[in-house]
């Protein structure tokens, strides 16, 4: 379902996606008495138009690595470059989709979109990329509806427009498909994977679903448990679009099991 | 990404089949309450007056209109516009019958209640009648008290509790204060207020002000400091600046608060408002409820009780309205 609409989308001015280098970077958060490490000495580097999947034990530290790549917040120690530039703050080419989609409740879905255009003072200007959005991620029809009155897939794809619409080069999902039923999860990985082949950007995806990062990456990234370190760094060298079943992937997926210690359930 | 399509399919938008019930020949609510009101019509005509008085005629032919006319509604039932609406208040309509019945009985025919206290309905026509003017002015001129001092007050509220939830600074130096003088009644500035404003009027609306904008500016804080964090996040990533976080972010998602405090501020502006008519500013309606205890008219004084009672319950009505408007994208708002 290649519209003409999304396809305008992929046209983007900087086709290009965002290079990433994780320079030692530590983390830790202020509690009462003393400070909790949550990130130890990360250092890896992601490719432009990379697929990068992070896997990781509960409370690692995988939402916090991303909210500092996001610029939400600087790190303790270290330092995240962009394109080779320290990153120092948030930026609409770096756009996040969390897993609760957190629309706007008091804005319309196309206002919702519209946030980032909005934000920047380009709404003028963008009105075509805020309706191409919509329609991009199939909902056209929903333009006027509010946020409650939508279904948690579709709320997630609002989200997603939102994001999108900014043409960002690199895209952020923590847990994008956590809280959603297994059908609408599957049918929006097979989504995301193809905006991601036809727009370019880089990708970094959190998620907890084995299969979803072997199904979706370019390269998985495993963190071990909280200080999260990085434990391992498998490429996932497999064509698209992939089949579930795929033995290599079946493989991949042991050998992911034992990393996170769950080998005895295999 | 054939989802997509099975998604929007799936949820289309509502589709509300209109139920075709025939339209019921009568309309028995309406029915029983014109026998009620006509019942009513007659009692206040024909059985006589235990003592003189006025405007009895008026009050009968009033209720007997008002019988006739839903005797009429009743019969040509649904061909008559806005009579759906109608059709629920039927019970209300019988019950408000029988009270007046009853009431004019004890009152104007039988005599069974003390005189100067239980004016008889008609009593209340009789001060509509000839004393409406002073009492449209009454409401003109507490409206004009009213209006500017809830709006000033509204404003002000909002504005300081939009820099006390967002502003560090402000938050600092005006928390204590506020925990200080948030309690207090505005009521007890009254003297100090008489005293230091150059008149009544400037100092009623001080006080209005102060009653109003106190609840406004305490749930305004409120709901700013309590704005789900993730939307500043998100905001912020998509280039948002500090301006855009305050007055895109922190105060819509702040608004059911802050009507909860205009509500509160409304109240509270309404007894400020009585209490200032009746203590310094010699007009309004406040002023004419201790006029007619002066006099001991009690007709007049039920009368402006009664205008005064719809006037607020007309402005929270109104403010209601403004709230469902400005807050449709709420899912089960109380509804008034
Ligand atoms: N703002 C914060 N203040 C204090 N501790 C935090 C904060 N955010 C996260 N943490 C802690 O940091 C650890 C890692 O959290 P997070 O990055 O959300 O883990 P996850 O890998 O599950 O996404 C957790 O123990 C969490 O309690
Ligand atoms: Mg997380």
């Known amino acids: 379902m290649v519209s003409a609409a999304a396809r305008r989308l992929d046209a983007p001015d900087n086709a290009e996606g965002m290079r990433l280098d994780f320079l030692g970077v530590n983390h830790a958060f202020a509690l009462e008495d003393r400070p909790l490490p949550v990130l130890e000495q990360i250092r890896f580097n992601v490719e432009p138009g990379e697929f990068v999947a992070l896997l990781g034990p509960s409370g690692c530290g995988k939402s916090t690595l991303l909210r500092l790549v996001a610029g939400l917040e600087p790190p303790t120690q270290g330092q995240i470059l962009e394109d080779g530039r320290p990153i120092t703050g948030p930026d609409p080419s770096r756009v996040v989709v969390f897993q609760d989609p957190t629309l706007f409740p008091w804005r319309t879905v196309r206002d919702n979109v519209a946030l980032g255009p909005e934000a920047q003072g380009l709404l003028k200007s963008h009105r075509t990329r805020i309706d191409d959005a919509l329609a991009l991620v199939g909902l056209s029809g929903f333009a006027k509806a509010y946020p409650h009155q939508l279904s948690g897939g579709m709320a997630q794809r609002v989200a997603l427009a939102r994001a999108l619409v900014n043409d960002p080069r690199l895209l952020i999902l923590d847990e994008p498909l956590g809280k959603l039923d297994s059908l609408t999860r599957i049918s929006m990985q097979g989504e995301l994977v193809e905006l991601w082949q036809r727009s370019g950007f880089t990708t970094l995806l959190v998620t907890h679903d084995i299969e979803e990062a072997l199904f979706m990456a370019t390269r998985v990234i495993v963190f071990s448990e909280r200080p999260a370190r990085v434990k391992a760094d498998i490429p996932i060298d497999r064509p698209y679009p992939r089949h579930r079943g795929d033995p290599k992937l079946v493989e991949l997926r042991r050998h992911l099991l034992e990393l996170l210690g769950l080998a005895q359930t295999w | ?336």
């Not at chain 2, 607020?312 to 209601?320: E, I, P």
Request: include cysteine; hydrophobic fraction near 55%; proline fraction near 6%.
């Open chain 2, 1 to 336: 990404m054939d989802a997509t399509i099975e998604s929007t399919t799936t949820l289309a938008p509502d589709q509300v089949a209109s139920s075709e019930d025939a339209p019921p020949r009568l309309w028995l609510g309406g029915l029983g309450a014109g026998i009620a009101w006509l019942a009513a019509a007659l009692v206040v005509e024909f059985w006589p007056n235990f003592d003189d008085w006025a405007y009895t005629t008026e009050l009968a032919s009033a209720a007997g209109a008002l019988g006739g006319g839903l005797l009429f509604a009743s019969v040509a039932g649904r061909r008559l516009p806005g009579i759906d609406r109608l059709r629920s208040l039927a019970p209300w309509l019988v019950a408000l019958a029988l009270l007046l019945t009853s009431w004019e009985i004890f009152t104007a025919k039988l005599n069974l209640l003390p005189r100067p206290f239980f004016a008889p309905p008609q009593a209340f026509l009789e001060v509509y009648f000839e004393d409406w003017r002073r009492l449209g002015e009454c409401v003109i001129r507490s409206l004009l008290l009213l209006a500017p001092g809830f709006f000033i007050g509204a404003a002000l509220g909002f504005a300081s509790g939009v820099a006390l939830g967002w502003s560090r600074i402000a938050g600092y130096w005006g928390h204590p204060i506020l925990r200080l003088i948030g309690p207090l009644p505005a009521i007890a500035w009254l003297p100090i207020a008489f005293f230091a404003f150059p008149s009544s009027w400037s100092a009623s609306v001080f006080l209005i002000a102060l009653a109003s904008g106190i609840p406004v500016a305490i749930l305004t804080w409120s709901g700013v400091a309590g704005v789900n964090s993730a939307f500043y996040d998100i905001a912020r990533t998509l280039g948002a600046s500090q301006r855009f976080l305050v007055l895109k972010v922190a105060v819509p998602a702040a608004m059911p608060h802050v009507f909860v405090g205009l509500f509160m501020g409304l109240a509270s502006s309404f007894s400020v408002l009585v209490v200032a008519e009746m203590m310094g500013v010699k007009a309004g309606l406040g002023w004419y409820l201790q006029w007619a205890q002066g006099w001991a008219a009690y007709g007049n004084m039920y009368a402006a009780l009664l205008v005064m009672a719809v006037m607020c319950s007309g402005l929270v009505t109104l403010l209601f309205k403004i709230r469902d408007r400005l807050l449709a994208w709420q899912k089960g708002l109380l509804r008034w």
